[in-house]
C-alpha cells in the first residue's frame, strides 16, 4: 500500500521537475534591436518599406527582435553610450544597454551585412544561412 502522502510529494517533486526542464529548454532572449526614429522621418519610413515587414521573420529577427522608440521620449531604463542625435538610429541592446549602434539607414544591400556583422560581434549572433534576404518570403 503507498501512502497518499508519499505519492502527492512524489506528484509534486515530479511535476516540479519537468517545469524546470521545460524551462531550461526555452531560448534565452537576450539581445534586442532597438529603432530609433522620429515622426516625418523619411529614412525610418525607407526602412519601414524595406525591411520592417520582413526583419521578424529573419534569423536576426528572431535573435534580436525589434522595439521601436521615438527620438523624443527614449526609454530612461536604457543605458545607451552616447546620445542618440539622428533617426533612424539602431541600438543592440543587451540586459537594457547599449552593446553596439547602427545610425542611419543604409540602404536594405548594406543594412543585412551590417546588422548581422554588429549582432555577431557584440552579442553572439550565428546565421542560420547565407541567403540573401527576399521580401517575398
Not at 506528484?11 to 534591436?33: C, D, N, S
Not at 530609433?36 to 518599406?49: F, H, I, M, S, T
Not at 549582432?119 to 518570403?137: I, M, Q, W
Request: proline letters at 9%; glycine letters at 6%.
Amino acid at each position: 500500500m503507498v501512502f497518499p502522502n508519499v505519492l502527492s510529494t512524489t506528484r509534486r517533486a515530479f511535476t516540479a521537475a519537468m517545469a524546470a526542464g521545460i524551462l531550461l529548454t526555452l531560448p534565452v532572449q537576450a539581445a534586442e534591436l532597438v529603432m530609433v526614429e522620429q515622426p516625418n522621418c523619411e529614412w525610418c519610413a525607407r526602412w519601414d518599406e524595406e525591411i520592417g515587414p520582413i526583419y521578424p521573420k529573419t534569423s536576426e529577427g528572431r535573435f534580436a527582435p525589434l522595439r521601436r522608440v521615438d527620438l523624443r521620449d527614449l526609454p530612461g531604463e536604457l543605458d545607451v553610450a552616447r546620445r542618440v542625435n539622428f533617426t533612424p538610429t539602431f541600438l543592440i541592446i543587451e540586459d537594457q544597454r547599449e552593446i553596439g549602434r547602427l545610425e542611419g539607414y543604409p540602404g536594405e544591400d548594406f543594412f543585412w551585412p551590417v546588422i548581422a556583422q554588429l549582432l555577431s560581434k557584440h552579442a553572439g549572433y550565428v546565421a542560420e544561412d547565407a541567403t540573401p534576404k527576399d521580401p517575398g518570403s
